[in-house]
């Protein structure tokens, strides 16, 4: 005795649908258990069903594919976090805009790498100091617009872009004239402490009424030995190396704080490979250490 088959022939199809246990899921998205395990716990790839009695992990066909996405966001260093929101974008338009963002990201660092694998190579092969000589100059009291704060080392180029734009817009704004390049003047502890006073300012025929965080105020005159790094920061480490060389084996540094002179910069429409900074370290003026 067998059962009738249905009207217009065939045979009886079992409709249960199928799922993968975790084991053979992990085999199919080459995702180890216990990352899938970690990704169910955060809500990022949960299972189709969980066994209520035994925990055990089911996961559906169409499951493959969020994996397998999962899996190249985090070839491409894609923290989780910033996967589920991309997972989760409410248009495709969101989602290619988070994609775009972190593969901008990628690109910066990666020319960041390459930048240090060739100062590196430079260095281990004796390469010497490629940004010029070094000189001796007095700077005078300069009236300027300035920005004053407290920041951190690591962002302190995010603080100084903000800065200098403020800085730019307040004096335009007021009707005045840039009597130079724009410069900054870094306490020691931002280095030894990466975190201390940091302040940029704009020379400027006339005084600015204070703005915001603009004030008016007179950058001091000094004596530096100063040395122009030529491209973008990266490297400048290695002008700042030779600068304090310099000093050391001349015998004239004195205490005081660092300056830094933008002579073509991020003010400036130039390429960054195109930047010169003027890096400069107090000292004191003596006849025998006073090259020009």
């Given at each position: 005795?067998?059962?009738?088959?249905?009207?217009?022939?065939?045979?009886?199809?079992?409709?249960?649908?199928?799922?993968?246990?975790?084991?053979?899921?992990?085999?199919?998205?080459?995702?180890?258990?216990?990352?899938?395990?970690?990704?169910?716990?955060?809500?990022?790839?949960?299972?189709?069903?969980?066994?209520?009695?035994?925990?055990?992990?089911?996961?559906?066909?169409?499951?493959?594919?969020?994996?397998?996405?999962?899996?190249?966001?985090?070839?491409?260093?894609?923290?989780?976090?910033?996967?589920?929101?991309?997972?989760?974008?409410?248009?495709?338009?969101?989602?290619?805009?988070?994609?775009?963002?972190?593969?901008?990201?990628?690109?910066?660092?990666?020319?960041?790498?390459?930048?240090?694998v060739s100062t590196l190579r430079e260095l281990l092969d004796g390469g010497g100091n490629p940004h010029?000589?070094?000189?001796?100059?007095?700077?005078?009291?300069?009236?300027?617009?300035s920005i004053t704060d407290t920041v951190e080392l690591a962002g302190a180029s995010v603080w100084f872009?903000?800065?200098?734009?403020?800085?730019?817009?307040?004096?335009?704004?007021?009707?005045?004239?840039?009597?130079?390049?724009?410069?900054?003047?870094?306490?020691?502890?931002?280095?030894?402490?990466?975190?201390?006073?940091?302040?940029?300012?704009?020379?400027?025929?006339?005084?600015?009424?204070?703005?915001?965080?603009?004030?008016?105020?007179?950058?001091?005159?000094?004596?530096?030995?100063?040395?122009?790094?030529?491209?973008?920061?990266?490297?400048?480490?290695?002008?700042y190396g030779a600068l304090a060389e310099h000093v050391a084996r001349s015998a004239v540094a004195v205490?005081?704080?660092?300056?830094?002179?933008?002579?073509?910069?991020?003010?400036?429409?130039?390429?960054?490979?195109?930047?010169?900074?003027?890096?400069?370290?107090?000292?004191?003026?003596?006849?025998?250490?006073?090259?020009?």
């Open positions: 005795m067998g059962l009738d088959p249905p009207p217009g022939g065939g045979a009886i199809i079992d409709t249960v649908t199928t799922t993968l246990t975790i084991g053979d899921f992990s085999r199919a998205t080459h995702m180890s258990v216990k990352a899938l395990r970690h990704y169910h716990r955060i809500g990022l790839l949960v299972p189709a069903d969980v066994d209520r009695h035994t925990g055990r992990r089911r996961y559906e066909p169409e499951q493959i594919r969020r994996a397998q996405v999962i899996r190249r966001l985090r070839d491409l260093q894609m923290p989780l976090e910033e996967i589920a929101a991309v997972l989760d974008a409410p248009t495709i338009e969101a989602r290619n805009e988070r994609i775009s963002a972190h593969l901008g990201e990628l690109e910066r660092s990666l020319a960041q790498t390459v930048a240090a010029g000589p070094i000189r001796h100059r007095s700077v005078p009291d300069t009236a300027s617009a872009q903000g800065a200098i734009g403020e800085l730019f817009a307040t004096v335009a704004a007021q009707g005045l004239v840039p009597a130079g390049p724009p410069g900054g003047v870094y306490a020691a502890e931002l280095f030894t402490e990466h975190k201390g006073t940091a302040t940029v300012f704009v020379p400027v025929d006339g005084e600015p009424a204070p703005a915001g965080r603009v004030q008016s105020e007179t950058i001091a005159a000094a004596e530096l030995a100063v040395i122009v790094h030529r491209g973008s920061h990266a490297g400048i480490d290695r002008s205490e005081g704080p660092i300056r830094e002179y933008y002579l073509v910069g991020r003010h400036t429409p130039a390429d960054e490979r195109d930047w010169q900074t003027e890096i400069g370290w107090p000292i004191f003026r003596t006849a025998a250490a006073a090259p020009r």
